[in-house]
């Protein structure tokens, strides 16, 4: 009596294993495609925002096909070659940057020039924004090709970790030395300095006034006026863009390789899961594997104070992920994240850009209908 | 509801993976034109200055005359750092190996490193856990 009933609660526990370790009996509701949500806030790398300039502001060369020689109204000055080379800073800059003999001076006083409400010079607006171009286009084929798995959001993230204004601030502020112009004339004209070595430095107009140390006023936001971060990260956008002027395509993706992509990001770090075991369950519906399963690998101390569980996520037979923790909820938690991990950031070994000569079609990732 | 949130990040240079770029960008020399310290300096500037210069193009250099004091030499780095160096009664040869030594040095501030190795990149074999050994050859208590 005593024995059939224990089989029998054996029977009672076993069942729902089993029927986890099997397909699902019941049919799983097809997955709907929900609209995509409209973003309402832009990546830093986006935000540039597309000024049409009118026919009246423009000078038409003869040839109008000849789209490097057109040229705004407003540009009344420019800094020669000549005095160019007369800037210290700017020669420095030129040698730290080991730009080509082809590119010229007065294209990096130019880069250094954004466009203020009082300046006559040509200045690096129109650069900056085919800079920008050209910076998300190596960018996001270098990260495609690499990430073929990566949702869309991470994706964009990882892009703008690269060449959002913070990062091209840290690039032109730190690497590369540039200087904001920050003294006054009256400043300038104690030191005696010469006029011209305002130019090597970069100049904006600020959002923000400095009253005194520790305090900073937002009074001057006009249509020309930049952020500190902005301000810079153009520059940078604007010295890509008369790479490729000067020295052409193939020369423009080594520099953003070695100055922009040879930077750290960490891409792993950027996926916060809401409900990872939901996403784990509905990833692997869409893949047409087995739902997922966790079982415990081994465990110690499970009634003492620290306790370390360690657990694999099963996808049938083949385990996806493992995962470790001080509890058997936070152990599983862990497995379903790196199994998601583990399916995102795969990275096929030698992977080939569509920019490159031996560039073979490769599979991206359609994307999940989930998100 | 289910999704991914996102954690923005900044990404961190790494000087010398991609391009080396050399932190110093600018040195000033002080000197006085009659002090009797400021002679290394004068023989420096006369005779080797611009040989040296041009061996450093990266780098602007900035001579000033400053009277009545001891000659010095000061290195502005990317960092917003600077880190100068009193020739007072050095010969040219001494104030050339000074000048090198801003030049190579990084800007930072001098720390002692408490890790015998600084890195960006998690250790590549992991913590090391007990429990991925085969059970057999598990300690036992």
Redesign the interface.
Known sequence: MLGCSRRLFYRVRLSPIRRTLSTSPVKPNPLTVAPARKRNFKFSYERSSHTIVEEPELKVPENKLDFANYQRNSYKLKISEEDAKKI??I??LH????LSSKYQYSTLVRALTCQMKENEYADNKQMALFGANLLSFYVTENLISNYPRL?I??LK??T???I?D??LC??A?????IEQDETSNLEKYLSSEPKLFRFGRLRYDKHTTQVEKGITKFDNVTVTSLDHATAFADAVRAIVAGVYAHDGEEITKKFI??????????IS????????G??LS?LLRVKQMEPPTVRL????GRLSNSP?F?VGCFSGDSMLAGG?GSSLKEARIRSFVNALKAFYLYKPLDSKMPSDDDFKPLFVDEGEP?? | ???????????????G???F???C??ITITYCNFGGSSQGMRDFLRLKLTKFASQY????F?VLDKPGFHPVIKGF???NQTKQICCRKLNADMIENKLKLIINSSGRKLTKPKQKVIS??KSVRGIW????VD?SERYKI
């Open positions: 210290p800073s020669l420095t040698a730290r940057l080991v949702p959001s991470i993230t990882a703008d970790a690269y959002g913070f990062s840290d690039v502020q730190n690497s590369w030395g390789q070695s100055h922009v992509l040879s930077r750290k990001i960490d770090s950027m996926f916060q899961f809401r409900e990872p939901k996403l509905r690998i081994s465990e110690t370390i360690v470790e989930f998100y | 509801m289910a999704g991914i949130n996102i954690i923005k990040q900044v990404s961190k240079a790494r000087n993976l991609g391009l770029i050399l932190p960008k600018q193009p990266e780098v602007a900035q780095y990317s960092n960006l990149n856990s007990p429990f991925h059970p």
